[in-house]
C-alpha cells in the first residue's frame, strides 16, 4: 500500500501558531498601555514644574502666590502662558487625565500644585506637591 502525501497544515498546528500569535499580541498590547501610562506621568510632572515655576516667578513680581486656583488660572491666562490653550478663565489647565490640577495657598509665600494622576483615592500615586 501506498500512502498520499498531502500538504498543507494540521489542526494542531494551526492552533499552536494562532496560540503564539495571540501571546504576541497580548504582550506588545501590555507594553503598549505601560508606556502611555509613563507618557501621561512624565507629560503631567513637566506641567507640574512649569506651573510651580510660574506660581515662583507670580510670588517675585507680586510678592505673594496667587490666593486660589481661579487667581491662578487668571494669571495664566492674563500671561499667554502654553498651558492655557484650553483654559477658560477661572479654570485651571488640565492634567493628562482630564482632572483639572489642584492648587491650594498655604500662607501668602507657599503652595500646593499637585496632580491626583487620574486615582483620587491613592495618594501614593499623586504627583507634585499635594496638600497634605
Known amino acids: 500500500m501506498t500512502r498520499k502525501s498531502r500538504s498543507g497544515f494540521t489542526l494542531v498546528e494551526l492552533l499552536t501558531v494562532i496560540a503564539i500569535i495571540a501571546l504576541l499580541a497580548?504582550?506588545?498590547?501590555?507594553?503598549?498601555?505601560?508606556?502611555?501610562?509613563?507618557?501621561?506621568?512624565?507629560?503631567a510632572e513637566a506641567e507640574i514644574t512649569q506651573l510651580q515655576s510660574?506660581?515662583?516667578?507670580?510670588?517675585?513680581?507680586?510678592?505673594?502666590?496667587?490666593?486660589t486656583a481661579a487667581a491662578l488660572a487668571g494669571a495664566l491666562v492674563a500671561a499667554n502662558h502654553s498651558l492655557?490653550?484650553?483654559?477658560?478663565?477661572?479654570?485651571?489647565p488640565e492634567d493628562p487625565w482630564g482632572i483639572p490640577y489642584r492648587y491650594e495657598r498655604s500662607?501668602?509665600?507657599t503652595f500646593y500644585l499637585w496632580s491626583t494622576?487620574?486615582?483620587?483615592?491613592n495618594r501614593a500615586a499623586w504627583l507634585g506637591n499635594p496638600e497634605p
Open 26 to 43: 497580548a504582550l506588545i498590547m501590555g507594553l503598549a498601555g505601560n508606556a502611555q501610562r509613563k507618557a501621561a506621568r512624565s507629560r
Open 54 to 67: 510660574f506660581v515662583t516667578e507670580y510670588r517675585t513680581r507680586y510678592g505673594q502666590v496667587p490666593g
Open 84 to 92: 492655557t490653550n484650553s483654559v477658560n478663565a477661572g479654570d485651571m
Open 107 to 109: 500662607s501668602p509665600a
Open 117 to 121: 494622576a487620574g486615582d483620587d483615592a
